[in-house]
């Protein structure tokens, strides 16, 4: 690979009715601080973790609230993607997501997985 730094590319499909969105976050956020370079790619349902107002909506106990857990993600440097056909299959247009999110296709997640990323799903 030639990279000081390994890529994790987390694909989480469970939106806010589900905890695992906050345990992939938890975990991806885990990813960043050993120092690996950590990408979300959200599709299906996931795309509702990153609208705006929703994602005030989901907190699973003991784990942090989702919308500290998506930010500490970003502020810390996390990519983070909205699955285009999911977004515009909800209606959805960028002013809906939170800052930081973007809009993208697979091949963006496929590329990092082609060139040795490590994946996880949730």
């Known amino acids: ?26 975990i ?7 120092g690996l370079k950590v990408s979300v790619f959200l599709s299906s349902a996931g795309v509702d ?5 929703a994602v005030d909506t989901t ?4 784990l942090e609230p989702l919308d500290a857990l998506i930010k500490d993600f970003l502020a810390r440097g996390g990519t983070l993607w909205a699955c285009t056909p999911c977004v515009a299959s909800r209606g959805y247009t960028q002013e809906d997501f939170i800052e930081g999110t973007v809009i993208a296709g697979a ?6 997985i082609k060139n040795g990323a490590a994946t996880l799903s949730f």
Request: glycine share 8%.
């Open 28 to 34: 991806a956020n885990g990813g960043l601080t050993a």
């Open 59 to 62: 907190e699973v106990h003991p």
């Open 107 to 112: 091949s963006a997640m496929l590329a990092l």
């Open 49 to 53: 973790l990153v609208r705006k107002r």
């Open 1 to 26: 690979m030639g990279n000081d730094t390994r890529d994790l590319v987390f694909l989480i499909t469970h939106g806010i009715d589900h905890e695992l969105s906050s345990v992939a976050f938890t």
